[in-house]
């Protein structure tokens, strides 16, 4: 069964670009992994926000994604990059 997450993080006011840079990455190493169906970037046009679009094949192929490098190296980056990180786990209905 499907995984579904919506992820919105919020650059602080002088990170933006670097943390683009990282989420770009992310993006790239993420659409390699074996459990990913889906794992779009969005950026918004009014503000510091990034929002993650991300389907996972299941529970252990989110877990492994979650163990990654890249996304461990993001956790340890997070609190001079972002302001704000908001992570749904979503049932898709239709």
Same mark, same amino acid.
């Given at each position: ?15 933006? =670009?670097?943390?683009? =840079? ?5 993006? =790239? ?49 997070? =609190? ?15």
């Amino acid at each position: 069964m499907s995984i579904y997450l919506t992820a919105i993080v919020k650059s602080k006011e002088t990170t933006t =670009a670097a943390l683009k =840079a990282v989420l770009l990455d992310m993006v =790239a190493n993420s659409r390699k992994e074996e459990a990913c169906i889906q794992y779009d970037l969005h950026e918004s046009v009014s503000d510091r926000t990034f929002i993650f679009q991300e389907e996972w094949k299941d529970q252990l192929g989110l877990d492994a994604h979650n163990k990654q490098p890249y996304i461990l190296s993001f956790v340890e980056q997070a =609190a001079t990059l972002t302001d704000d990180i908001i992570i749904y786990k979503t049932e898709k209905l239709a």
